[in-house]
């Protein structure tokens, strides 16, 4: 079974860092590209976040966090992770990893094979 574990989420002050983990297993890891995607609020839609291929060696940001978070997997230890820095109260949303896609930047569809739980990250003064 695979399994895909989130942590790292919690509440914060805007301008604040927070790093998010994502703990793989049941899968080989190193063969799957790897993303972050985020939910702002239960009525809302999906936003992609980032991507970064199965090797590490290319990663993806939509714009709105571009330069102020990083992406990045240790294949050894099949885990993936997302440093967020200078955060603000839009980045406010439940975070998940996924498993799969092309390993490029989002191209309108989320067509992953595996998706964790989520973790939440609440950016609030």
């Known amino acids: 079974e695979v399994q895909l574990d989130e942590s790292g989420g919690g509440v914060v002050h805007p301008g604040d860092s927070l790093r998010l983990s994502c703990a793989a297993s049941?899968?080989?890891?190193?063969?799957?590209?790897m993303n972050w995607v985020r939910r702002p609020r239960a009525e809302k839609g999906l936003e992609w976040v980032s991507?970064?291929?199965?090797?590490?060696?290319?990663?993806f940001y939509a714009d709105a966090v571009k330069g102020r978070f990083t992406i990045s997997r240790d294949n050894a230890k099949n885990t993936l992770y997302l440093k967020m820095n200078s955060l603000k109260p839009e980045d406010t949303a439940m975070y998940f990893c996924?498993?799969?896609?092309?390993?490029?930047?989002?191209?309108?569809?989320?067509?992953?094979?595996?998706w964790g739980q989520g973790t939440q990250v609440t950016v609030s003064s």
């Open positions: 996924a498993a799969g896609g092309a390993g490029r930047a989002y191209s309108g569809l989320f067509d992953y094979d595996y």
């Open positions: 049941g899968l080989v890891f190193r063969n799957y590209a």
């Open positions: 991507t970064i291929d199965s090797g590490g060696g290319s990663t």
